[in-house]
């Protein structure tokens, strides 16, 4: 069993416990348990093996160790089994839904018997729920939407656990016999949000049946779909279904554009090959005989003029390189051409040239680990400076920052600072915007601060207008820098919420306020469309994690990803600044005053 499949049982059982009403201090055990195991780099397969004891990990006690020891060597939980005697396991869909959660979960079972999600709609539709206590129409409305949300990404993996799943059989599939090299394409290698099946290539001599044989007996296959000579198709027990096609090297190159790029890309592709004489598919790039119609000729017919490299598809078409992240026919082709921009496609940000991260949370409101712990972490990754940003008041339940506590937390990281060289924190919060546009905190606190983050996390079901003047509002504040998650989606969970985008980025770059690609891979907010939009319009845009733990300053990756696929640049990103150069950035209105 995987790290990452390790995780959800130990969340799962959590999560039951919680329904069930058990001892707090249990329940956030399991949570802790997961965050350490979702953060391990080495398989606790391996470990166990090799008889290393797991109670020397972070959160990992004797009943923890004892239980990911029973899932790794049996496959299932007793623990697991025993609660779902007393509490439906489908419980715990409904607890993913937003606005439902273990104690209104608890309730809907207990009072009308709901146990699923289907059942759910059912009995909200009836107006069976409205009338529970802790219910109300407004919240029937929300979950309503919730359950449609849930459905819209139904069979559709975050990126971050398709990452997390794919991991071990790509090392499982590099030991197979006859294989020369292996990639993943599809929407994976186009670094999507969200992520449908997996395409896996191999590249092999044919035939190779050990590779397919290889293939199906991966430890976690739970449904072998199909197995022949050069494709084959599995479902794992995540649910999520890999087809794996196996090339011969003279081919591999376009087989990696073919099966990489979408739909759309391709047929641009096609077309320009077309225009020149040329045939394009996962076989290769083909020049065809003068008069000879295409359709009429197998796949591999004709003079071959491309197809061992990815890069030989793109240079015989007279093509710019593409990146993969690119490829969704938004314009890359013509760039790539020469067409549409000048010096074709850009360079894009990369991980390396991220020098601080601007958003996180300490245990000063409902992070996990402390000041000095975010810092060292910062520190350890390469970083220059860092934006301590916990919640303002109005997250009551999370433990947001009153004014007063706002000065303590300063005398607290004026201590850190002054024993820890070579990285700069920053004092900031995560200000909560209210329903009418002010600001959740006093305008002394907001002056005092080095950088202040405005971000909504209520109210997310106002009309269009209302919000966008809502938001714009509360970035015309002056001590306002960063619009943060700008549109409050939660992946598979809950919708963006009503909001003019364009309204509010032009506003951004009039008032100078950078707007945030929020990494956390539940977010992904901005999307990659209206993060290029920010790009033309010449707004900045700061990739930050929004990290409530050490591991999960790891999400960074997934904002550049997102980055990439917005075309942003090095340039267009507020923290690849140096440390002088954001102090700058951040005096900007003063210089600007004056």
Request: net charge negative; proline share 4%; aromatic share 4%.
């Amino acid at each position: 069993m995987e790290n990452v499949e390790i995780a959800g049982v130990l969340e799962e059982l959590g999560n039951l416990l919680e329904i069930q009403g058990s001892n707090p201090f249990r329940i956030r055990a399991y949570r802790n348990a997961v965050l350490t195991v979702r953060g391990l780099t080495r398989p606790l397969a391996a470990m166990v093996e090799e008889g290393e004891d797991l109670t020397a990990l972070p959160a990992i006690g004797k009943d923890m160790s004892a239980h990911i020891v029973e899932l790794i060597q049996t496959g299932g939980l007793a623990r697991l089994a025993e609660v779902s005697t007393e509490i439906p396991r489908s419980l715990v869909q409904l607890v993913k839904l937003d606005g439902v959660g273990p104690k209104k979960a608890k309730k809907l079972w207990e009072s009308l018997g709901v146990t699923t999600v289907d059942e759910l709609e059912v009995a909200l539709k009836a107006g069976r729920v409205e009338s529970l206590a802790g219910f109300g129409a407004t919240s029937v409305a929300k979950i309503l939407a919730s359950i449609d949300d849930f459905r819209r990404y139904s069979g559709r993996f975050l990126l971050s656990k398709v990452d997390a799943l794919i991991e071990p059989l790509l090392a499982h599939m590099r030991e197979a016999p006859g294989v020369e090299r292996i990639e993943v394409a599809g929407s994976y290698r186009r670094r999507k949000e969200t992520i449908g099946d997996v395409d896996l290539l191999v590249q092999a001599e044919l035939p190779a049946p050990a590779v397919m044989e290889h293939f199906t007996a991966f430890g976690s296959v739970e449904k072998v779909v199909a197995a022949g000579d050069t494709r084959g198709s599995v479902v794992l027990r995540s649910g999520l279904e890999v087809d794996l096609r196996v090339i011969p090297a003279r081919s591999f190159g376009a087989a990696l554009h073919y099966f990489t790029g979408s739909k759309e890309h391709n047929v641009a592709v096609r077309q320009i090959a077309q225009r020149q004489g040329l045939r394009v598919n996962e076989w290769g790039v083909f020049r065809m005989p003068e008069g000879v119609d295409p359709a009429d000729v197998g796949k591999e017919d004709g003079e071959r003029v491309a197809g061992e490299t990815e890069s030989s598809v793109f240079e015989v078409l007279g093509m710019g390189w593409v990146p993969p992240v690119l490829r969704e026919n938004r314009g890359e082709v013509e760039a790539a051409l020469g067409v549409a921009l000048d010096n074709g496609v850009p360079d894009l940000v990369t991980l390396e040239d991220i020098q601080g991260d601007l958003h996180m949370h300490s245990t000063w409101s409902d992070g996990k680990a402390s000041v000095e712990e975010m810092a060292r972490a910062c520190k350890a990754r390469g970083y220059r400076y860092l934006a301590m940003s916990d919640h303002s008041p109005a997250l009551a339940m999370v433990g947001g920052i009153t004014p007063e506590r706002a000065v303590d937390q300063w005398e607290e990281i004026d201590q850190v600072q002054g024993g820890l060289d070579g990285i700069t924190i920053f004092k900031s919060l995560e200000v909560d915007i209210l329903r009418d546009g002010s600001l959740d905190m006093t305008d002394e606190v907001l002056e005092a601060l080095d950088l202040v983050l405005v971000s909504v996390h209520s109210l997310m079901e106002m009309d269009r207008v209302s919000m966008t003047d809502r938001v714009i509002t509360a970035i015309q504040h002056p001590q306002v820098d960063i619009l943060a998650h700008p549109t409050g989606r939660l992946l598979g969970r809950r919708e963006p919420f009503q909001l003019e985008m364009e309204e509010v980025l032009q506003a951004a770059r009039d008032l100078d306020v950078a707007v945030e690609i929020n990494a956390n891979p539940s977010r992904l907010d901005l999307n990659d469309v209206h993060a290029h939009r920010a790009k033309e319009l010449g707004v900045k845009v700061c990739i930050n994690t929004d990290a409530h733990s050490v591991q999960r300053l790891d999400h960074m990756s997934y904002g550049v990803d997102q980055a990439r696929r917005a075309w942003l640049s090095r340039e267009d990103v507020l923290n690849t600044m140096t440390l002088a150069q954001f102090r700058e950035w951040l005096e900007r209105r003063d210089v600007t005053t004056t």
